[in-house]
T-cell receptor, first 114, second 116 residues
Framework: DSGVTQTPKHLITATGQRVTLRCSPRSGDLSVYWYQQSLDQGLQFLIQYYNGEERAKGNILERFSAQQFPDLHSELNLSSLELGDSALYFC?????????????FGQGTRLTVV | GNSVTQMEGPVTLSEEAFLTINCTYTATGYPSLFWYVQYPGEGLQLLLKATKADDKGSNKGFEATYRKETTSFHLEKGSVQVSDSAVYFCALSLGRSGGGADGLTFGKGTHLIIQP
């Protein structure tokens, strides 16, 4: 158990809908990262937050947004969903940001868009 | 841009065989390098890392050496076990001080199958 909790574990929704994925980081971790894992694109970094502020953006679509709340949990919002958004979404957390810092991953939320 | 290339597999070996999974990278600066492992139905776990050239990361019998001259970070293990069956990801991070982001850039992953 990494200590990172993601909910829900599975989500099935229809095209055009909006969903929210939730992540609780390890106790004491200030930085949260979101990743998307799909068969065609592999694992891609989406976005990073540090202590409530956005720190870096990766390959995140404009239809997607995220935030980190004062209690440090984070939510990833996916809207106007398309079939191609079906993927495993991982949250990771680390104590501090930084290139050499170890990130701890949750078990992921599997999103299926039908 | 930054990228990581690794053999995708599946790689099938017998128990106690020697393992090498090749990983090469392209980066605009001097990244930190990582190997993560993903067991079925689970998230990724850090296996080992190296933060500068010639560093060797090691854990659970696995080793990898940061080779700047060949831009490589090959994963090795002398004697694999059935329990090593998993997907292995090579990754890099430049960080903001390196002109990039803290987020990881991953290879496609190598599916390793160890047969008894």
């Amino acid at each position: 158990d990494s200590g990172v909790t993601q909910t829900p574990k599975h989500l099935i929704t229809a095209t055009g809908q909006r969903v929210t994925l939730r992540c609780s980081p390890r106790s004491g971790d200030l930085s949260v990262y979101w990743y998307q894992q799909s068969l065609d694109q592999g694992l891609q970094f989406l976005i990073q937050y540090y202590n409530g502020e956005e720190r870096a953006k990766g390959n995140i679509l404009e239809r997607f947004s995220a935030q980190q709340f004062p209690d440090l949990h984070s939510e990833l919002n996916l809207s106007s969903l398309e079939l191609g958004d079906s993927a495993l979404y991982f949250c990771a957390s680390s104590v501090m940001p930084g290139a050499s810092t170890e990130a701890f991953f949750g078990q992921g939320t599997r999103l299926t868009v039908v | 841009g930054n990228s990581v290339t690794q053999m995708e597999g599946p790689v099938t070996l017998s128990e106690e065989a020697f393992l090498t999974i090749n990983c090469t990278y392209t980066a605009t600066g001097y990244p930190s390098l990582f190997w993560y492992v993903q067991y079925p139905g689970e998230g990724l776990q850090l296996l080992l890392k190296a933060t500068k050239a010639d560093d060797k990361g090691s854990n659970k019998g696995f080793e990898a050496t940061y080779r700047k001259e060949t831009t490589s970070f090959h994963l090795e293990k002398g004697s694999v076990q059935v329990s090593d069956s998993a997907v292995y990801f090579c990754a890099l991070s430049l960080g903001r001080s390196g002109g990039g982001a803290d987020g990881l850039t991953f290879g496609k992953g190598t599916h390793l199958i160890i047969q008894p």
